[in-house]
């Protein structure tokens, strides 16, 4: 992503409704499988998921990103330098491996490759969860901030595990309620270079953050046919 753009959301990662729902929807993926232990966060960003993760156990931080890295060390954050494609552990080291939009970037240069180091550094048994971009078609400024690659369909995401050997556990869709909303903003509202990590109205980052803690107690029971982003849990055998 552009350099500012780690500020920008350091500043805000705590208190911006993306943020905080979608580490509800994390918890609640991770809970339905008591995912923990010794744990990997690959492209931490600026480290408000890892702090989150503390609680499930002991946590390393991996990102490839200067600016990243200073942010989450001022956090008293246990991170590396290194990318998801050369990951700097031996085999069968985690637990538990998170890797939150990263794979779309475009400095992944073989997403399948990244796959297979992401399972490589699992142990037999351990878990890896993914967030994605999900539809091209909705394609617009933010990825163009967050240097997106390409967004994702279902049967991408099941095929990149198929051949990288992995057991997909678990798949769902999320932002199913704010979909149209997105939707219409991408097609309807015009170009630009911003992404959608702005400062809200109080009001208006409540109820998008109620929007999604109710996908979260959702998503902790069943899963949703579609939406704006794709969660998957998948378990090295």
């Not at 729902?21 to 492209?43: H, P, T």
């Not at 156990?57 to 989450?72: M, Q």
């Not at 993914?130 to 991408?156: C, Q, W």
């Not at 309807?188 to 702005?198: A, K, L, T």
Request: glycine fraction near 8%; charge should be positive; hydrophobic fraction near 40%.
């Amino acid at each position: 992503m552009r350099h500012d753009e780690y500020q920008n959301i350091a500043d805000q990662d705590e208190k911006h409704w993306m943020c905080l729902g979608r580490a509800e929807i994390m918890n609640k993926v991770l809970n339905r499988f008591n995912a923990g232990g010794s744990i990997l966060d690959v492209g931490c960003g600026t480290g408000y998921i890892s702090k989150l993760l503390k609680q499930r156990g002991d946590v390393k931080c991996l990102d490839i990103n200067n600016e990243a890295i200073r942010i989450c060390r001022e956090r008293g954050l246990n991170i590396e330098k290194g990318g998801v494609e050369n990951i700097p552990y031996p085999e069968n080291s985690f637990d538990l491996v998170v890797c939150m939009d990263v794979l779309y970037h475009r400095e992944v240069k073989n997403e399948e490759a990244a796959l297979k180091e992401l399972k490589r550094v699992l142990r037999p048994g351990g878990y890896l969860l993914i967030f994605l971009p999900a539809h091209m078609y909705l394609f617009g400024s933010h990825d163009r901030a967050e240097f997106t690659r390409r967004r994702y369909e279902k049967n991408d995401v099941l095929e990149l595990f198929k051949k990288t050997g992995l057991e997909m556990k678990y798949f769902t869709f999320a932002n199913f309620f704010l979909f149209p909303v997105v939707y219409f903003r991408r097609k309807f509202m015009g170009e630009s270079e911003q992404s959608d990590f702005v400062e809200m109205p109080r009001i208006i980052n409540w109820l998008l953050l109620t929007i999604l803690r109710l996908e979260a107690w959702w998503i902790s029971m069943f899963s949703f046919p579609n939406g704006v982003a794709i969660v998957c849990l998948g378990k090295k055998i």
